[in-house]
């Protein structure tokens, strides 16, 4: 590969405005879920490491309906961002963890709440997807845009006992395999540098991404966030978190591993200054990516450089990858 590329890694932002042909932005909304791991059905306390309140963006909130938390989005990314269309994204807590007459009304309300909204991403756990639910999102979707984002977190099942999570590798595995055969979009959770798991355990996780045949992928670095159980954790005998600098060099180590065709929704993890207590590194999200930005640059790489069938950089508009998001 010769010259500076343009974009060296298959980001989120450019593959929302190639599909959608204008500026989207993810709207995220609260519909007042729980998850089985919180209220008793497979453990108690919620994940070890998961604070909502850490992620919840302002005017999102139970105390308001679901219009008027789309009303109070639309508003702001218009104003802040010109944002012209709009995925409504229920992100706090396993958002399909419900009967599904429920699910089925707050989704069409969503959907049709305003005509600017061209679609849902729908985040929850991979042990709260029945078939039937499945079922019902593809007909209240009709010919919108549909993904189903899944906390797979680790890929290690002694690490998921650990967190607390309540559910298997096999039962993410199933899931992805349900949503994958009906034809809608799937993007997976993970993290990095989680208490037990060694670097190499971490790179490990790049070949088992790649064999899933998903769309998207979050990329987190672990943080501990204030009020939870890891933060008390942390604060009887700190674990190492990563610095800023070794964050840049894994993340980009571990994006030459990843398939291309992967779009990349995310590449660090991220909690307000009040909330968070390590790691602090004093940067801006902009700050972030740049510097990851720059790496790539140093090295003259780009995602999927070091498998074996990558000699170029992937495309947005590579048949597979388009095949399967217009199929809807």
């Known amino acids: 590969m010769k010259g500076i590329l343009k974009q060296r890694y298959n980001a989120y932002g450019p593959w929302l405005r190639h599909h959608f042909g204008c ?4 709207l995220s909304v609260d519909g007042g879920f729980t998850c089985p791991n919180r209220d008793g059905s497979v453990a108690w306390g919620g994940c ?14 139970v105390e308001l309906s679901i219009s008027e938390q789309i009303g109070n989005g639309i508003e702001y990314l218009h104003r802040r961002f010109k944002a012209e269309r709009f995925i409504v994204y229920w992100q706090n807590f396993s958002n399909t963890y419900a009967p599904v007459d429920r699910l089925r009304a707050l989704y069409s309300t969503a959907l049709n709440s305003d005509r600017r909204i061209v679609g849902m991403s729908i985040g929850t756990r991979p042990d709260c997807i029945e078939d039937e639910k499945l079922d019902m999102i593809q007909e209240v979707a009709g010919d ?3 993904c189903m984002e899944y906390g797979l977190e680790s890929i290690y099942d002694e690490t998921l006992e650990r967190l607390n999570r309540g559910h298997t590798v096999a039962c993410y595995l199933d899931a992805v395999k349900r949503t994958r055969n009906r034809g809608i979009p799937v993007c997976s959770h993970i993290i990095l540098g989680l208490p037990g798991e060694s670097r190499e355990m971490m790179m490990a996780y790049a070949p088992f991404i790649n064999s899933l045949g998903i769309q998207f992928l979050k990329i987190h670095h672990l943080h501990v966030v204030r009020g ?18 070794e964050w840049i060099q894994l993340v980009v180590d571990f994006l030459e591993l990843l398939d291309s065709q992967i779009v990349i929704q995310r590449l660090f ?13 004093n940067q801006t999200r902009a700050e972030i990516l ?3 930005e720059r790496e790539l640059e140093r090295r003259n790489s780009w995602q999927g450089k070091r498998l074996p069938n990558e000699t170029v950089f992937g495309s947005m508009s590579s048949p597979r990858f388009l095949s399967e998001m217009t199929s809807r």
């Open 48 to 61: 070890t490491y998961c604070n909502n309140d850490s992620f919840r963006p302002e005017g999102a909130g």
């Open 228 to 245: 939870t159980r890891m933060a008390l954790d942390y604060q009887r005998a700190p674990f190492p978190t990563f610095s800023f600098p």
């Open 23 to 26: 500026r989207v932005y993810k």
């Open 144 to 146: 919108r845009y549909i």
């Open 290 to 292: 740049l510097a990851i």
């Open 269 to 281: 993890g991220w909690a307000p200054d009040d909330h968070l207590l390590a790691p602090r590194w």
